[in-house]
């Protein structure tokens, strides 16, 4: 479990139509308004089509993480889609799969492969810089 002295890393850069959120360490009850914030701003950039939510630097995921998460889910449209990273050897992809939402969003095991599925639907090149 996490303790209050870790802190939460984010990250945010861009590839074509996507804003890549790049998460690392605990997202639990100290760290969730940070991770709404910055989901928030992720989605509230009007020029992008795609929110790429990397998980796989998250080392403990929490029920504050996965009400964030459910949110994420909601606040996706047919605008702006929400493709979320995890790497199967961490302890994030278990509670996702406890709670069904990997009945529910759009999971890969590489940012790569979330971020050339989001040009694959946007039809942009994965070649725009980050």
Known sequence: MSSASEELGCSF?????AVVLALSGPVDY???????????????D???RAVVLDLSEVDFLGSAGIGALVDAAK??????LLRVV???TRPVIRPIQLTGLD???ALYRAR???????????????????
């Open 86 to 88: 995890v790497d199967r």
């Open 103 to 105: 009945t529910v969003l």
């Open 30 to 44: 100290t760290t969730v308004q940070q991770v709404c914030a910055a989901l928030e701003r992720a989605f509230a």
């Open 13 to 17: 850069r861009r590839s074509g139509d």
């Open 75 to 80: 606040a996706q449209g047919d605008d702006v």
């Open 112 to 130: 790569e492969d979330a971020v050339r599925d989001v040009h694959r639907w946007t039809g942009t090149s994965s070649e725009t810089p980050s």
């Open 46 to 48: 009007r020029s992008s």
